[in-house]
């Protein structure tokens, strides 16, 4: 018995334009920008669910990072 592989004609190539950067905010972006708004005691965008990150006290002067209120992950 042999098998042979094919490529089907929906299949298509890799090129090097689209492995492109996309458009937008990188993860350290986000992450980045919502450390500085909590650090501010400042409530912040959620970067799972784009709800509220709700600042967390600390017995340093920074903040401890945050817990979202809708979907409950924790930025520490």
Do not use: F, H, K, Q
Request: some cysteine.
């Amino acid at each position: 018995m042999s098998t042979l592989l094919t490529r089907g004609t929906s299949a298509r190539r890799v090129r090097e334009a689209d492995c492109r950067r996309p458009e937008g905010p990188t993860l350290d972006d986000v992450i980045s920008r919502s450390w500085e708004v909590l650090r501010a005691g400042l409530p912040a965008t959620c970067p799972a669910c784009d709800g509220e990150l709700a600042p967390r006290p600390s017995a340093t002067a920074a903040n401890a990072g945050g817990r979202c209120t809708a979907c409950g992950t924790t930025l520490s």
